[in-house]
Protein backbone atom coordinates (compact mmCIF):
# COMPACT_ATOMS: atom_id res chain seq x y z
CA UNK A 1 0.00 0.00 0.00
CA UNK A 2 1.54 3.60 -0.89
CA UNK A 3 1.01 6.11 1.54
CA UNK A 4 1.15 9.83 0.65
CA UNK A 5 2.40 12.51 3.61
CA UNK A 6 -0.15 15.75 2.50
CA UNK A 7 0.83 17.29 6.37
CA UNK A 8 2.60 20.15 6.25
CA UNK A 9 5.30 19.95 8.98
CA UNK A 10 5.10 22.05 11.64
CA UNK A 11 8.10 24.71 12.83
CA UNK A 12 8.53 27.99 14.38
CA UNK A 13 7.36 31.08 12.41
CA UNK A 14 5.42 28.95 10.47
CA UNK A 15 2.61 30.76 7.77
CA UNK A 16 -0.81 31.15 9.83
CA UNK A 17 -3.87 32.97 8.91
CA UNK A 18 -3.93 36.21 9.75
CA UNK A 19 -4.82 37.42 13.14
CA UNK A 20 -4.45 33.59 14.28
CA UNK A 21 -1.40 33.02 17.01
CA UNK A 22 2.03 32.49 15.61
CA UNK A 23 4.05 29.21 16.02
CA UNK A 24 6.97 28.61 18.46
CA UNK A 25 8.73 25.81 19.20
CA UNK A 26 11.39 26.03 22.02
CA UNK A 27 13.69 23.57 23.37
CA UNK A 28 13.02 23.79 27.65
CA UNK A 29 15.45 22.84 30.20
CA UNK A 30 15.09 19.16 31.15
CA UNK A 31 17.25 16.80 32.37
CA UNK A 32 20.48 15.84 30.66
CA UNK A 33 20.09 13.29 28.12
CA UNK A 34 16.11 14.13 27.87
CA UNK A 35 14.58 16.77 25.62
CA UNK A 36 11.53 18.56 26.08
CA UNK A 37 9.80 21.07 23.53
CA UNK A 38 7.32 23.75 24.46
CA UNK A 39 5.12 24.23 21.28
CA UNK A 40 2.96 27.07 21.36
CA UNK A 41 0.44 27.39 18.34
CA UNK A 42 -3.61 28.35 17.41
CA UNK A 43 -5.67 25.67 17.18
CA UNK A 44 -5.78 25.94 12.89
CA UNK A 45 -1.55 25.89 12.72
CA UNK A 46 -0.75 24.08 9.79
CA UNK A 47 -2.90 21.35 8.08
CA UNK A 48 -5.77 21.16 10.28
CA UNK A 49 -9.31 19.89 10.76
CA UNK A 50 -12.20 22.79 10.85
CA UNK A 51 -15.13 21.52 13.50
CA UNK A 52 -18.46 23.06 13.47
CA UNK A 53 -17.44 25.12 16.78
CA UNK A 54 -15.02 27.30 15.06
CA UNK A 55 -18.03 28.90 13.20
CA UNK A 56 -20.65 28.00 15.56
CA UNK A 57 -20.91 28.98 19.05
CA UNK A 58 -22.87 25.64 19.82
CA UNK A 59 -21.23 23.14 17.18
CA UNK A 60 -19.67 20.25 17.61
CA UNK A 61 -15.70 20.48 18.58
CA UNK A 62 -13.37 18.52 17.43
CA UNK A 63 -13.40 15.58 20.50
CA UNK A 64 -17.39 15.51 19.56
CA UNK A 65 -15.99 13.06 16.75
CA UNK A 66 -14.65 9.42 16.85
CA UNK A 67 -12.01 8.72 15.53
CA UNK A 68 -13.38 6.95 12.46
CA UNK A 69 -14.78 9.97 11.43
CA UNK A 70 -11.52 10.82 10.66
CA UNK A 71 -10.45 8.06 8.37
CA UNK A 72 -12.78 7.86 5.14
CA UNK A 73 -12.64 6.89 1.68
CA UNK A 74 -11.60 9.97 -0.17
CA UNK A 75 -11.66 11.30 -3.86
CA UNK A 76 -8.99 13.20 -5.33
CA UNK A 77 -9.63 16.25 -7.86
CA UNK A 78 -6.97 17.91 -10.28
CA UNK A 79 -8.24 20.95 -10.44
CA UNK A 80 -6.89 23.30 -13.55
CA UNK A 81 -4.86 25.49 -12.74
CA UNK A 82 -6.84 28.68 -11.09
CA UNK A 83 -6.28 32.55 -10.80
CA UNK A 84 -5.75 34.59 -7.84
CA UNK A 85 -8.79 34.64 -5.42
CA UNK A 86 -10.91 32.67 -8.39
CA UNK A 87 -14.00 30.34 -7.12
CA UNK A 88 -13.99 26.93 -8.03
CA UNK A 89 -17.28 26.90 -9.37
CA UNK A 90 -20.02 24.20 -9.14
CA UNK A 91 -19.07 23.58 -13.08
CA UNK A 92 -15.85 23.01 -12.81
CA UNK A 93 -16.60 20.51 -9.55
CA UNK A 94 -19.53 18.92 -12.06
CA UNK A 95 -16.76 18.34 -14.42
CA UNK A 96 -14.36 16.42 -12.45
CA UNK A 97 -16.16 15.01 -9.98
CA UNK A 98 -19.32 11.95 -10.80
CA UNK A 99 -20.84 10.51 -7.54
CA UNK A 100 -19.05 10.33 -4.25
CA UNK A 101 -19.25 7.68 -2.19
CA UNK A 102 -21.78 9.07 1.08
CA UNK A 103 -19.31 10.25 4.14
CA UNK A 104 -16.40 10.30 1.83
CA UNK A 105 -14.28 12.80 1.47
CA UNK A 106 -13.58 15.21 -1.66
CA UNK A 107 -9.84 16.48 -1.74
CA UNK A 108 -9.23 19.27 -4.04
CA UNK A 109 -5.77 19.61 -5.73
CA UNK A 110 -5.35 23.32 -7.01
CA UNK A 111 -1.40 23.21 -6.28
CA UNK A 112 -1.57 26.59 -4.29
CA UNK A 113 0.46 25.01 -1.79
CA UNK A 114 3.93 25.80 -4.41
CA UNK A 115 3.15 29.00 -2.89
CA UNK A 116 3.50 27.84 0.78
CA UNK A 117 5.81 31.04 2.80
CA UNK A 118 5.59 33.79 0.43
CA UNK A 119 2.54 35.99 0.00
CA UNK A 120 0.73 35.04 -2.67
CA UNK A 121 -0.44 32.40 -0.51
CA UNK A 122 -3.20 33.97 0.79
CA UNK A 123 -4.73 34.99 -2.59
CA UNK A 124 -5.90 31.39 -3.11
CA UNK A 125 -8.72 29.90 -4.98
CA UNK A 126 -12.01 29.32 -2.65
CA UNK A 127 -15.04 27.15 -3.15
CA UNK A 128 -18.27 29.04 -4.80
CA UNK A 129 -21.19 29.04 -2.80
CA UNK A 130 -23.07 26.69 -4.70
CA UNK A 131 -20.24 24.49 -5.23
CA UNK A 132 -20.22 24.15 -1.28
CA UNK A 133 -24.43 23.61 -1.20
CA UNK A 134 -23.98 20.82 -3.62
CA UNK A 135 -20.98 18.55 -2.18
CA UNK A 136 -23.30 19.04 1.16
CA UNK A 137 -26.49 17.61 -1.10
CA UNK A 138 -24.19 15.02 -2.55
CA UNK A 139 -23.67 13.55 1.02
CA UNK A 140 -19.91 13.79 1.61
CA UNK A 141 -18.37 13.69 4.72
CA UNK A 142 -15.16 16.14 5.04
CA UNK A 143 -13.27 18.52 2.00
CA UNK A 144 -9.96 19.10 1.85
CA UNK A 145 -7.90 21.79 0.44
CA UNK A 146 -4.28 22.27 -0.56
CA UNK A 147 -5.05 26.27 0.70
CA UNK A 148 -4.93 28.40 3.35
CA UNK A 149 -8.74 28.84 3.51
CA UNK A 150 -12.04 27.06 1.63
CA UNK A 151 -13.32 30.22 1.82
CA UNK A 152 -11.77 33.56 -0.20
CA UNK A 153 -9.34 35.28 2.27
CA UNK A 154 -9.06 38.20 0.35
CA UNK A 155 -12.97 38.89 0.54
CA UNK A 156 -13.02 37.72 4.13
CA UNK A 157 -16.54 35.61 2.76
CA UNK A 158 -17.42 32.90 4.94
CA UNK A 159 -20.07 31.35 3.20
CA UNK A 160 -18.34 27.66 2.32
CA UNK A 161 -17.53 27.16 6.51
CA UNK A 162 -20.80 27.86 7.06
CA UNK A 163 -22.81 25.79 4.74
CA UNK A 164 -20.10 23.05 4.84
CA UNK A 165 -19.91 22.98 8.58
CA UNK A 166 -23.53 23.87 8.86
CA UNK A 167 -24.39 20.58 7.54
CA UNK A 168 -21.65 18.68 9.94
CA UNK A 169 -19.25 18.02 6.82
CA UNK A 170 -15.74 19.16 8.14
CA UNK A 171 -13.09 20.84 6.94
CA UNK A 172 -9.11 20.40 6.22
CA UNK A 173 -6.87 22.97 5.05
CA UNK A 174 -3.44 23.20 4.29
CA UNK A 175 -2.88 20.08 2.73
CA UNK A 176 -0.09 19.92 0.51
CA UNK A 177 1.42 17.68 -2.29
CA UNK A 178 -1.75 16.66 -3.75
CA UNK A 179 -0.50 17.74 -7.61
CA UNK A 180 1.95 14.73 -7.26
CA UNK A 181 -1.28 11.95 -6.46
CA UNK A 182 -2.85 10.90 -9.62
CA UNK A 183 -6.64 11.79 -9.20
CA UNK A 184 -8.83 9.30 -8.70
CA UNK A 185 -11.21 7.53 -5.86
CA UNK A 186 -8.76 4.42 -5.04
CA UNK A 187 -7.70 6.74 -1.64
CA UNK A 188 -8.31 6.67 1.64
CA UNK A 189 -7.63 9.11 3.56
CA UNK A 190 -6.29 9.11 7.40
CA UNK A 191 -6.49 12.65 8.86
CA UNK A 192 -6.49 12.27 12.63
CA UNK A 193 -6.42 15.77 14.36
CA UNK A 194 -5.06 16.17 17.78
CA UNK A 195 -7.49 15.24 20.62
CA UNK A 196 -7.73 19.11 22.24
CA UNK A 197 -10.95 18.39 24.53
CA UNK A 198 -13.96 20.94 22.97
CA UNK A 199 -11.54 22.20 20.50
CA UNK A 200 -12.88 23.98 17.38
CA UNK A 201 -9.89 22.72 15.34
CA UNK A 202 -6.81 21.21 15.96
CA UNK A 203 -3.87 20.28 13.56
CA UNK A 204 -3.59 16.61 12.52
CA UNK A 205 -1.67 14.10 10.59
CA UNK A 206 -2.76 13.77 7.02
CA UNK A 207 -1.95 10.64 4.84
CA UNK A 208 -3.69 9.11 1.52
CA UNK A 209 -3.02 5.59 1.24
CA UNK A 210 -3.77 4.35 -2.37
CA UNK A 211 -6.06 1.00 -2.24
Known amino acids: MRVYDISHPIESDMLVFPGDPEVCLETVAASAPWRVTRVTMGSHSGTHVDAPAHFFPDGRSITDYPAERFVVPAVLLQLPNLADDEAISLALLRQHLGSPPRGAAVLLATGWDRYWGSDRYFVHPYLAEEAATWLVASGIGLVGID ?65
Open 147 to 211: ALNIDSTVQGTSHAHACLLGADVLIVENLRGLRAIPAGDRYLLVCLPLPIAGADGAPARAVLLER
